[in-house]
């Protein structure tokens, strides 16, 4: 079992960067493929990111592709989420997820333990 902790959230500039944190505790989130997912208010959660468990082979959902960048350091037990250029509709909940297997996907359902969240809001 692994816990996973968000941070780094906060009020952004559209254009602005910002870079996620995922600690994880428990068992070594390198035992893990991880993601990140997004809720914006009234929709449902979204896919975003996704990283293999050993390596760096990545997924991305087309509305970040190019602007984010989802790395991980098995040594540190952590996931970053690198947002650049960002935009008033990535305003949302950032959730980390792990997933018992060697890759990410980009099904929710797919993962087995999540984090509670951090909150970005960019501004116009």
């Known amino acids: 079992q692994v816990q996973l902790v968000e941070s780094g959230g906060g009020l952004v500039q559209a254009g602005g960067s910002l870079r996620l944190s995922c600690a994880a505790s428990g068992r070594t989130s390198s035992s893990y493929a991880m993601g990140w997912f997004r809720q914006a208010p009234g929709k449902v959660r979204e896919f975003v990111a996704a990283?293999?468990?050993?390596?760096?082979?990545?997924l991305y959902a087309d509305s970040v592709k190019g602007r984010f960048t989802i790395s991980r350091d098995n040594a540190k037990n952590m996931v970053y989420l690198q947002m650049n250029n960002v935009k008033p509709e990535d305003t949302a909940v950032y959730y980390c997820a792990a997933r018992s297997s060697l890759y990410g996907t980009s099904r929710s359902d797919d993962y087995d333990y999540w984090g509670q969240g951090t909150q970005v809001t960019v501004s116009s």
């Open positions: 990283i293999r468990r050993m390596g760096s082979t990545t």
